[in-house]
Each structure stands twice: as structure tokens, then as C-alpha cells.
């Protein structure tokens, strides 16, 4: 968050996952945004019942926490920000980013609904 603060000129909000986030990482959110004047907003998203096994489990992920928010980035990230967005740019965790967020937001897609680095 820090990195994409520092190197970004326009506003920025990130998104997080609601119940992966521990409660003490919640409760510090309000701070740290203030002091990188960022905004924020956790997310939620219920599991789909079309994509549960016979006991109600996620198919294949049933006990790992990594891989259910793996899958939750990668399955659901059109459907848990709000309709209205233009553009989202997915920044992991680990990511340090060095360049202006802004060059990403406005480069032509050429009409591709999305856009990753290899």
C-alpha cells in the first residue's frame, strides 16, 4: 500500500477481502488509510451455492485458506467491486510497485476486458 501511495498521483482505494482480514488489521485500517491518504472498503462475498460439494464445501479448497483466496481473486473479481467502476487494477500484497498507477489506468486495452503481466 505504501509503495503504490508513494508512486501514485491520483487517488486511490483499495479493496479487502472482508473475512480474510484478522481484526486487529481491521481496526488499524481507519489510521493507516488516513495516514497514506488513501481511501478503503472490505469486501464480501458469498460462495456460490453452484460451486459447492455434497457437504456444502468449496469444490477442491475445503481446509485451504491460501487457495480459497486465491480463488476468490481470481473467480470473483468481476462481481465483488461496484458496477460502476471503470477499471480495476489488482495490486497482491507482496507487490512493490515503482511506477505511476495512473499509466495503468488510462492505457488502451484495446478493447481486452482485461490485461495481466506474465
Not at 485500517?29 to 457437504?55: I, Q
Not at 480495476?88 to 507487490?95: Q, T
Amino acid at each position: 500500500m505504501t509503495s503504490v501511495r508513494k508512486t501514485t498521483r491520483c487517488p486511490v482505494r483499495f479493496w479487502f477481502f472482508d473475512r480474510f482480514m484478522s481484526p486487529d488489521f481491521k481496526s488499524s485500517m481507519a489510521h493507516f488509510a488516513s495516514s497514506l491518504n488513501v481511501t478503503f472498503e472490505f469486501v464480501a462475498f458469498k460462495w456460490p451455492s453452484w460451486l459447492r460439494d455434497d457437504v456444502g464445501g468449496q469444490f477442491g479448497i475445503r481446509g485451504d485458506k491460501q487457495r480459497l483466496i486465491w480463488a476468490h481473486k481470481i473467480l470473483f473479481l468481476d462481481v465483488i467491486f461496484p458496477m460502476d467502476l471503470q477499471r480495476v487494477i489488482f495490486v497482491d500484497a507482496d507487490i512493490v510497485v515503482r511506477g505511476d498507477l495512473l499509466d495503468l489506468y488510462t492505457m488502451d486495452l484495446e478493447g481486452a476486458p482485461y490485461a495481466f503481466t506474465p
